[in-house]
């Protein structure tokens, strides 16, 4: 066996490793399988973080997730899983319900699988949602207005959020970059974020549905923290003990 504690670059190698295969790692996990102290465990971490490949959360590390782009390159990636997912999510939605469908390419594959039947009142601030919705005969459409954001494909900032506010959400689907237990549910722009929290803030249940390369990760700002997330909807193959770790925090996991 190596012996890891005399070669810390092949210790910080297997690290890596393990944050890219479980999204997340435990010091004192990864104490015992090196035959190394928890000390020098914590001190590989942090040099991992500081090369921004990982952030240190209590007891260990989790994964920094890339950003992924623009709204219209990654409307693509994953395609498959976020249909299934969306099909699952939309079983979740009541008749005759007041819901917000957040920007993200899973919500526009939500928004496309809403039964033809279901007579609702979406509030958007995504343009390609609503439009998509147009061709729903039942679904009344609501979008707010602001600034467009390539990056996220939704509209952000003072008067979209200032539009939310005299509403009430029976449901909220809101869109995220990353999620993880401890850290809960982030994004990669500050202005994306900081809507998302208004809406949290305005709705009675809030939904995240992500594919499971996003769990479990952090991007670089707080959504909101896993026990603010009431339903999350995730692919059948996510880790058993990641499914524990999120329902530990009173989140309910619906398997697609």
Same mark, same amino acid.
């Given at each position: ?45 942090h040099e991992l973080s500081k090369e ?36 699952? #999510? &939309?079983? !979740?939605?009541?008749?005759?319900? %007041?819901?917000? +469908?957040? /920007? =993200? ?24 949602? #609503? &439009?998509? !919705?147009?061709?729903?005969?039942? %679904?009344?459409? +609501?979008? /707010? =207005? ?13 008067t979209a959020a200032s539009q939310i ?6 449901? &909220? ?84």
């Amino acid at each position: 066996m190596l012996d890891y504690a005399a070669f810390p670059e092949q210790r910080q190698a297997l690290i890596r490793q393990i944050l890219q295969e479980n999204g997340r790692v435990v010091c004192a996990e990864l104490a015992i399988q090196m035959q190394v102290s928890e000390h020098t465990i914590r001190r590989d971490l942090h040099e991992l973080s500081k090369e921004g490949f990982c952030k240190k959360v209590y007891g260990g590390a989790v994964l920094q997730l890339a950003d992924a782009g623009n709204f219209v390159s990654r409307e693509q990636k994953n395609h498959a899983k976020k249909v299934t997912i969306a099909q699952k #999510a &939309a079983t !979740l939605i009541k008749p005759g319900s %007041c819901i917000f +469908i957040d /920007t =993200g390419t899973t919500n526009l594959a939500l928004a496309k699988a809403l039964p033809a039947e279901l007579a609702i009142t979406v509030v958007t601030n995504s343009p390609a949602i #609503a &439009a998509e !919705l147009l061709r729903h005969p039942l %679904c009344e459409v +609501i979008i /707010t =207005g602001g600034q467009l954001q390539r990056t996220s494909g939704g509209t952000v900032g003072a008067t979209a959020a200032s539009q939310i506010q005299g509403i009430i959400f029976d449901q &909220a689907f809101i869109g995220g970059c990353a999620m993880d237990p401890g850290m809960g549910l982030t994004g990669f722009d500050f202005a994306d974020c900081e809507f998302k929290k208004a809406v949290i803030g305005q709705s009675s249940q809030t939904i995240v549905a992500l594919t499971t390369d996003k769990i479990p990760g952090v991007a670089r700002f707080v959504v909101a923290k896993s026990r603010d997330i009431d339903v999350l909807v995730v692919e059948a193959n996510m880790d058993n003990d990641v499914i524990a770790a999120f329902t530990a925090q009173d989140v309910r996991i619906v398997s697609a």
